[in-house]
């Protein structure tokens, strides 16, 4: 095979193949390297799972993690739109502070992000721009306020029928003075978004979050993959290899649009996240920005760059169209479609499932069984039909 075709013939999930072949191979490899393991190996140690002593302990329904104040249970919850363009929305401020970030092409092939907050602490978040329906319909569940500046007509129509709606409002947003941004200059800081919660009497939010392991049962799971990663092939094994997760170095996600807005995960054994970064190798960094109230400011200003870097990564298949204006896009939320979970440095294949857009999205591996996501941050990605996923 010659230089060329061997380019062309990446592992692409490009949707019309078959699912899961290169998937069930590589896991039916790591799965006789496991079960054959040789009894004279030393014994290795793997974290406990909770003790009943773990009854008390409160986690954020939100992103799966210990909470240290209890009362933070059902803290407001905030659903931001978040730009992506390369019209001066990046670096984005406070991104790396959502629990949860749904990403999606909003219009032309650009990328846009819901990312959802719980109790904020960050200084500057935005920018923030406009709302799509299929963005409000993933973000329903979490009971939000739904933070944007403006929309397209079926998302304004419905987000004024029950819903906690902050729309462009200079008494809880502020214009940001830098050039560069552009019309990306909207921003929030969590003092105004918690000011907008008290003056209108939402002092809570009854999330409806994603099924999550207890931190005891991710160490687990993570330390199962590292050593079975590890082991040599030394006899075969009749055991049931389709529940194996993979271990997976990188992910890349292939939107199907322009390459600007395409991503590369590179998975950090150290932090046990996933690096995120543009297809063109360029770092996806944001501003983190300071813990107290700076004021109407520039992120640029007073805030420093980090890398965005989840701890869970979710590609979801979608069914996505051009709209009647051929710009905006339609995607379609509910249903159900290919998922792909990649936690603690494995993949896992699955299938989502949304009844409605009130109900929460399930994940759901091979065996019909949930898929708990490890806690953290969690991106999670709507890749369309003509889009591809590889690892």
């Known amino acids: 095979m010659d230089a060329k075709n061997k380019k062309n013939n990446k592992k692409w999930l490009i ?35 909770p003790s009943s002593t773990d009854a008390d302990v409160k986690y954020s329904l939100l992103t799966g993690e210990p909470l240290k104040n209890a009362e933070d249970l059902d803290a407001p919850a905030y659903c931001i739109q978040t730009p992506n363009g390369t019209d001066g929305a990046r670096p984005q401020a406070g991104l790396n502070e959502a629990g949860v970030v749904f990403e999606a092409i909003a219009e032309a092939g650009i990328t846009r992000f819901a990312a959802i907050y719980q109790n904020p602490s ?35 129509a419905a987000v004024s029928n029950g819903y906690k709606n902050l ?14 941004r552009l019309w990306n200059n909207l ?18 939010s009854n999330i409806n979050g994603f099924a999550r392991l207890t931190p005891a049962e991710s160490d687990a799971e993570r330390a199962n993959a590292a050593v079975a990663e590890k082991l040599v092939i030394t006899e075969p094994t009749n055991k049931n290899t389709s529940e194996v997760s993979v271990p997976v170095p990188a992910v890349s996600l292939n939107l199907g649009g322009w390459a600007d807005f395409n991503v590369n995960y590179s998975y950090d054994a150290d932090s046990n996240t996933y690096l995120r970064s543009y297809a063109s190798g360029a ?50 939320t509910t249903g159900s479609g290919d998922a792909y979970v990649f936690q603690n440095g494995t993949a896992i294949k699955g299938t989502w499932t949304k009844n409605s857009k009130e109900e929460q999205i ?17 991106f999670v990605t709507a890749v369309p039909s003509y889009g591809g996923i590889e690892f």
């Open 122 to 156: 960050s200084a500057i978040i935005g920018p923030i721009r406009s709302l799509r329906i299929y963005y409000l319909e993933w973000d329903t569940p979490f009971d939000c306020t739904i933070v944007h500046a403006g929309g397209s007509g079926d998302a304004l």
């Open 187 to 204: 921003f929030t800081t969590s003092a105004y978004l918690k000011k907008f919660s008290a003056d209108n009497g939402y002092n809570t």
């Open 15 to 49: 949707f019309n193949i078959v699912g899961g072949v290169s998937f069930v191979a590589g896991a039916a490899c790591l799965a006789v390297a496991f079960f054959g393991l040789k009894s004279s190996q030393a014994a290795l140690d793997f974290p406990t799972l």
């Open 167 to 180: 729309d462009e409002n200079y008494a809880y947003m502020y214009r940001g003075t830098y050039g560069g």
């Open 362 to 378: 399930k994940f759901t591996g091979a065996d019909g069984k949930e898929i708990k996501l490890a806690p953290g941050q969690t």
């Open 283 to 332: 770092a996806h960094q944001v501003y983190g920005c300071a813990a107290e109230d700076l004021g109407e400011r520039n992120p640029e200003d007073v805030c420093s760059l980090i890398q965005m870097a989840p701890s869970v990564v979710v590609a979801m298949v979608v069914k996505e169209s051009r709209a009647s204006d051929n710009y905006h896009e339609d995607i379609t």
